[in-house]
């Protein structure tokens, strides 16, 4: 068992910057491959990034590649999300999810995750 929490959302204007992080307890880290999802209201949730177990490969959602960035730190288990050229159309709940098995096929779906954060809101303005 692992919790996942999120923080760092907030306001930000349109093509500033935010990282969110995900603090997590409980199992070793190491054990979990991490992703980020989001949801907009209205929406379904969806897909933003994802990183392996050891930090050595990460995916995107191509509406967020070449802006937004995954990474992990061992020492501190916790996962970030470094969102860059923010755009009001990245305004959404954002989420945290951990998986043990990490299957390629799933990795961006939310099927492929077992454990889940309570989300942090990010709000872009324009």
């Known amino acids: 068992q692992v919790q996942l929490v999120e923080s760092g959302g907030g306001l930000v204007q349109a093509g500033g910057s935010q990282r969110l992080s995900c603090a997590a307890s409980g199992r070793t880290f190491s054990s979990y491959a991490m992703g980020w999802f989001r949801q907009a209201p209205g929406k379904e949730r969806e897909f933003v990034a994802a990183i392996s177990r050891s930090g050595g490969s990460t995916n995107y959602a191509d509406s967020v590649k070449g802006r937004f960035t995954i990474s992990r730190d061992a020492a501190k288990n916790t996962v970030y999300l470094q969102m860059n050229s923010l755009k009001p159309e990245d305004t959404a709940v954002y989420y945290c999810?951990?998986?043990?098995?990490?299957?390629?096929?799933?990795?961006?779906?939310?099927?492929?995750?077992?454990?889940w954060g309570q989300g942090t809101q990010v709000t872009v303005s324009s």
């Open positions: 999810a951990a998986t043990v098995i990490a299957l390629p096929r799933l990795v961006r779906s939310t099927v492929g995750y077992d454990y």
